[in-house]
Protein backbone atom coordinates (compact mmCIF):
# COMPACT_ATOMS: atom_id res chain seq x y z
CA UNK A 1 0.00 0.00 0.00
CA UNK A 2 2.96 2.16 0.66
CA UNK A 3 4.23 1.80 -3.21
CA UNK A 4 0.23 2.82 -4.11
CA UNK A 5 0.43 5.94 -2.22
CA UNK A 6 4.43 6.67 -3.47
CA UNK A 7 3.17 6.65 -7.07
CA UNK A 8 0.61 9.26 -6.44
CA UNK A 9 3.04 11.49 -4.49
CA UNK A 10 5.89 11.00 -6.79
CA UNK A 11 3.49 11.69 -10.03
CA UNK A 12 2.38 15.04 -7.97
CA UNK A 13 5.19 15.76 -7.57
CA UNK A 14 7.19 15.62 -10.17
CA UNK A 15 4.47 18.52 -11.56
CA UNK A 16 5.05 20.43 -8.91
CA UNK A 17 8.56 20.78 -9.40
CA UNK A 18 8.77 20.29 -13.58
CA UNK A 19 5.64 22.43 -14.21
CA UNK A 20 4.91 25.00 -11.52
CA UNK A 21 1.92 26.31 -14.15
CA UNK A 22 0.07 23.79 -13.47
CA UNK A 23 -0.42 24.44 -9.54
CA UNK A 24 -3.94 25.22 -9.75
CA UNK A 25 -5.01 22.04 -11.63
CA UNK A 26 -3.70 19.50 -9.61
CA UNK A 27 -6.96 20.20 -7.80
CA UNK A 28 -9.06 17.52 -8.00
CA UNK A 29 -6.89 15.30 -9.20
CA UNK A 30 -9.97 12.29 -10.10
CA UNK A 31 -11.13 14.58 -12.20
CA UNK A 32 -8.12 14.29 -14.58
CA UNK A 33 -7.14 10.50 -13.32
CA UNK A 34 -10.80 9.89 -15.12
CA UNK A 35 -9.94 11.41 -18.26
CA UNK A 36 -7.02 9.30 -18.47
CA UNK A 37 -8.55 6.01 -17.41
CA UNK A 38 -11.08 6.50 -19.88
CA UNK A 39 -9.06 7.43 -23.18
CA UNK A 40 -6.43 4.69 -21.91
CA UNK A 41 -9.26 1.99 -21.71
CA UNK A 42 -10.80 3.07 -25.31
CA UNK A 43 -6.85 3.04 -26.62
CA UNK A 44 -6.09 -0.17 -25.37
CA UNK A 45 -9.83 -1.80 -26.36
CA UNK A 46 -11.15 -2.81 -23.30
CA UNK A 47 -14.76 -3.02 -21.91
CA UNK A 48 -15.08 -1.59 -18.81
CA UNK A 49 -15.41 -5.22 -17.84
CA UNK A 50 -12.26 -6.13 -18.75
CA UNK A 51 -10.27 -3.11 -17.32
CA UNK A 52 -12.09 -4.27 -13.64
CA UNK A 53 -11.38 -7.89 -14.42
CA UNK A 54 -7.88 -6.69 -15.04
CA UNK A 55 -7.11 -4.21 -12.26
CA UNK A 56 -8.95 -6.56 -9.87
CA UNK A 57 -11.70 -4.29 -8.70
CA UNK A 58 -15.56 -4.46 -9.26
CA UNK A 59 -16.80 -2.76 -12.25
CA UNK A 60 -18.50 0.02 -10.50
CA UNK A 61 -15.00 0.86 -9.31
CA UNK A 62 -13.99 1.48 -13.00
CA UNK A 63 -17.06 3.27 -13.77
CA UNK A 64 -16.81 5.29 -10.37
CA UNK A 65 -12.70 6.37 -11.49
CA UNK A 66 -14.16 7.16 -15.22
CA UNK A 67 -16.43 9.49 -13.50
CA UNK A 68 -13.98 11.49 -11.98
CA UNK A 69 -15.43 10.53 -8.28
CA UNK A 70 -13.12 11.82 -5.62
CA UNK A 71 -13.52 9.31 -3.20
CA UNK A 72 -10.97 6.67 -4.59
CA UNK A 73 -8.29 5.59 -2.92
CA UNK A 74 -4.83 5.71 -4.36
CA UNK A 75 -4.38 2.20 -3.98
CA UNK A 76 -7.34 1.46 -6.21
CA UNK A 77 -5.83 4.36 -8.96
CA UNK A 78 -2.43 2.48 -8.77
CA UNK A 79 -4.35 -0.75 -9.37
CA UNK A 80 -6.56 0.46 -12.84
CA UNK A 81 -2.81 2.22 -13.76
CA UNK A 82 -0.85 -0.93 -13.36
CA UNK A 83 -4.02 -2.70 -15.36
CA UNK A 84 -3.48 -0.27 -18.04
CA UNK A 85 -0.06 -0.59 -18.07
CA UNK A 86 0.60 2.92 -17.07
CA UNK A 87 3.87 4.29 -15.21
CA UNK A 88 4.70 7.45 -12.94
CA UNK A 89 5.93 8.80 -15.96
CA UNK A 90 3.25 8.05 -18.34
CA UNK A 91 0.74 9.44 -16.05
CA UNK A 92 2.16 12.56 -15.65
CA UNK A 93 2.43 12.93 -19.04
CA UNK A 94 -1.53 12.52 -19.66
CA UNK A 95 -1.91 15.34 -17.34
CA UNK A 96 0.50 17.72 -18.52
CA UNK A 97 -0.94 16.89 -22.12
CA UNK A 98 -4.34 17.50 -21.01
CA UNK A 99 -3.16 20.59 -19.59
CA UNK A 100 -1.91 22.02 -22.69
CA UNK A 101 -5.15 21.02 -24.55
CA UNK A 102 -7.37 22.57 -21.81
CA UNK A 103 -5.27 25.53 -22.40
CA UNK A 104 -5.63 25.70 -26.09
CA UNK A 105 -9.43 25.06 -26.38
CA UNK A 106 -9.49 28.15 -23.79
CA UNK A 107 -7.65 30.24 -26.00
CA UNK A 108 -9.72 29.78 -29.28
Partial sequence: MKKAKYLLNMTTSLL??????LEGS???LSRVFAKIIFARRLQCGYSQQELADKADVGLQIISRSEGGFDNLSIEI????????DLG???VAEAMIQLKASDEGLAST
Fill in 88 to 90: IRD
Fill in 77 to 84: YDKIFRAL
Fill in 26 to 28: LEG
Fill in 16 to 21: HEGHPD
